[in-house]
């Protein structure tokens, strides 16, 4: 059986260091505006990982809740966004930026949110689109 | 496109609110290293005003400066990036996510670090595109 594959990650600034086991569950983008609102982007991406193969390795990040199911978190030195877990989820969402090496990470599964996607974003009509979320 | 133009923005929590007068000088997207680390995003947009039409109507961003020409500003309380100031000239870059009407912003008209563009990433056909930035390749 082949050794279990690691990914690290951290922030911009180098404060927050973590470090993920295995191969991603889930991958998306997302087009919602919260998303949009923290990444000042006009699409966020995620890798999703079990919590149980998550490992903080320093720091701590800061926690905001935009919305009553879901806490963001974040880097208070450099304000690089890190991470967004649903409340009560085995599975964490891990925005697809902070790791080191994303460009290993599989291409998107599903777009989520298209409705708020900004016009001149090309739609990727390969990735499965919805409306909404998922 | 009025006289009266303007644009108002904030981060996600609302703590930090901001207006810019006027349209545009210009559009962009960047795939560097350090814009993809703190937005967390593939898809890193700016959108570039003169800094004196830029005016923060509420609240204090945090600065962090990764490179010796500019600082980042973002939001202590939830952490949204807001602005990519730098230190020389006169514009102030502005994370196009931050702003109410980033769905009504013009089409980009550059991009930078192409060769850092993640994989499935789409070209974004007809804009002028620098493999890093202009003079640098």
Redesign the interface.
């Known amino acids: 059986m082949a050794a279990m594959r690691e990914h690290t990650g951290g922030c911009l600034c180098g404060a927050i260091r973590f470090r993920a086991r295995g191969e991603p569950t889930k991958t998306n983008i997302c087009y919602c505006t919260q998303c949009r609102r923290q990444t000042g982007s006009p699409m966020a991406s995620f890798v999703t990982f079990a919590v149980t193969g998550f490992e903080l390795l320093s720091g701590s990040a800061l926690s905001y809740r935009a919305s009553d199911f879901a806490t963001r978190q974040f880097c208070g030195r450099c304000g690089s966004a890190l991470f967004w877990r649903r409340d009560g989820s085995e599975e964490l969402d891990i925005f697809l930026g902070s790791l080191d090496r994303p460009e290993e990470m599989p291409m998107p599964q599903k777009q989520i949110w298209t409705r708020h996607r900004i016009a001149w974003v090309p739609a990727q009509p390969e990735i499965p689109p919805f409306k909404e979320g998922s | 496109m009025t006289a009266n133009e303007q644009h108002t923005g904030?981060?996600?929590?609302g703590a930090i609110r901001y207006r810019v007068a006027g349209p545009p000088l210009r559009v962009g997207l960047c795939h560097c290293g350090?814009c993809?680390?703190?937005?967390?995003?593939?898809?890193?947009?700016f959108v570039t005003w003169s800094r004196k039409a830029l005016e923060i109507t509420k609240g204090q961003p945090?600065g962090?400066r990764?490179s010796d020409v500019a600082t980042?500003q973002?939001?202590?309380?939830?952490?949204?990036?807001?602005f990519w100031r730098a230190d020389k000239g006169e514009d102030i870059t502005v994370?196009?996510?931050?702003l109410d009407d980033?769905?009504a912003?013009?089409?980009?008209s550059y991009e930078l670090w192409t060769e850092r563009r993640?994989?499935?990433v789409?070209e974004?056909p007809g804009i002028k595109s620098y493999r890093q930035e202009p003079g640098r390749g």
């Open positions: 904030g981060c996600l929590c350090q993809r680390r703190q937005t967390g995003s593939a898809l890193p947009s945090a962090f990764v980042r973002f939001c202590r309380d939830c952490g949204s990036p807001l994370l196009l996510g931050g980033a769905e912003m013009p089409k980009p993640m994989h499935w789409p974004f």
